[in-house]
């Protein structure tokens, strides 16, 4: 049995796929949400990037790619004067109520209530 430091510790080549990772995340999350097409894309198996992940930052894939969707959704209601359909749309939902739905299970209120909020 190895030491629990060593166990804790995440190897090179794990910490270099997880870097990928968040690269393609950051170029593909508007039109890629599906963690096995990622994992795909990195020539891994849909378990082994779950691993990864989990072993870097104790989150899944899954969340990491709604977190990143749900911060630049964020980002571009604070900053642009944008449609919400529009930038459903342009994050890759085809869908505003899809998207309206994902955001205030995400964030507890819908797109209209945040950027109201950053308004007051």
């Known amino acids: 049995m190895r ?24 170029e593909k999350f508007c039109s890629l949400k599906n963690v096995t097409l990622y ?4 020539g891994m198996t849909y378990k082994s990037l779950n691993v990864t992940c989990k072993l870097v930052t104790n989150r899944t894939p899954k969340q990491i790619i709604d977190a990143h969707t749900i911060l630049e ?8 004067n944008i449609q919400v359909t529009q930038l459903a749309y342009e994050l890759g939902f085809n869908d505003v ?14 797109p209209h209530q945040f950027r109201a909020n950053l308004n007051r």
Do not use: C, G, W
């Not at 430091?5 to 995340?25: A, G, I, K, T, Y």
């Not at 994992?39 to 990195?42: E, G, S, T, V």
């Not at 959704?73 to 642009?80: G, P, Q, T, V």
């Open 39 to 42: 994992a795909d894309l990195m």
């Open 3 to 26: 030491p629990v430091s060593e166990e804790n510790q995440v190897s090179e080549e794990r910490r270099q796929h997880f870097v990928r990772f968040l690269s393609l995340v950051e």
């Open 97 to 110: 109520s899809n998207f309206a739905k994902y955001f205030k299970r995400h964030t507890l209120m819908t």
């Open 73 to 80: 959704a964020k980002r571009r209601l604070a900053i642009e």
